[in-house]
């Protein structure tokens, strides 16, 4: 059974960083691809970042291109989301998400496998 359990979140003054980070177990990985999602109040549910476990290629949202880093450490089954130079428009709910099917992805139905979500909080 796929588990993605996330941490890292909290609250942060506008300008600071936090570090998420999505353990993943279950079963091998390697052909899958990560992903970080997020959900604000009010809001539809945001891709913000994928990484494909195996080659590492990444891609990101525009809203977050340059400031947050997407990686991930094989030998942990570790996926990671460094988010620097933080702004209260990135509050929201951060869903780490799982994805079996080749290469990059971005929507969300690609993802089959979601954890439970981390709550960041940008204060202005």
């Known amino acids: 059974q796929v588990q993605l359990v996330e941490a890292g979140g909290g609250l942060v003054q506008a300008g600071g960083s936090l570090r998420l980070s999505c353990a993943a177990s279950?079963?091998?990985?390697?052909?899958?691809?990560m992903g970080w999602f997020r959900h604000a109040p009010g809001k539809e549910r945001e891709f913000v970042a994928t990484?494909?476990?195996?080659?590492?290629?990444?891609y990101y949202a525009d809203s977050v291109r340059g400031r947050f880093t997407i990686s991930r450490d094989n030998a942990k089954n570790t996926v990671y989301l460094q988010m620097n130079s933080l702004k209260p428009e990135d509050t929201a709910v951060y869903y780490c998400?799982?994805?079996?099917?080749?290469?990059?992805?971005?929507?969300?139905?690609?993802?089959?496998?979601w954890g439970q979500g981390t709550q960041v909080t940008v204060s202005s």
């Open positions: 279950g079963r091998t990985f390697s052909n899958f691809a």
């Open positions: 990484i494909t476990w195996s080659v590492g290629n990444t």
């Open positions: 998400a799982a994805s079996p099917r080749l290469g990059v992805r971005i929507a969300s139905y690609d993802y089959d496998y």
